[in-house]
């Protein structure tokens, strides 16, 4: 029976001023929201819309769960192996 290749999940890293956000997150339904949005991002990069923009950087992307009421903007490497956060909002 042929083995189905399942797609690897992309790494997540955090620009400093995400991180900086992310130390200052103390509510535990917050770090929770937060980490169910990362999980879904990290499964499909493709998950946020796209923001308007230029070529010039990197395309950034907007993912916002209006249940967990929690924001991520974050811009997917080229072969989608890798989830840079910019800024979260929780």
């Known amino acids: 029976m042929p083995r189905q290749h ?7 890293t ?3 001023s ?3 956000q992310m ?7 917050d ?9 879904v991002i990290s ?6 819309e796209p923001l308007p923009g230029t070529a010039a ?6 993912y916002a ?7 991520i903007l974050y811009w997917v490497t080229a072969l989608k192996t890798v989830v840079v956060v910019a800024f979260i909002e929780a």
Request: cysteine-free.
């Open 6 to 12: 399942r797609r690897r999940r992309a790494r997540i």
């Open 14 to 16: 955090f620009s400093d």
């Open 18 to 20: 995400a991180a900086k």
């Open 23 to 29: 130390e200052n997150l103390t509510s535990e339904a």
């Open 31 to 39: 770090i929770h929201a937060l980490d169910r949005a990362l999980v």
């Open 43 to 48: 499964v499909d990069p493709d998950a946020g």
């Open 57 to 62: 950087g990197p395309r950034l992307r907007q």
């Open 65 to 71: 769960d209006e249940v967990e009421r929690v924001r």
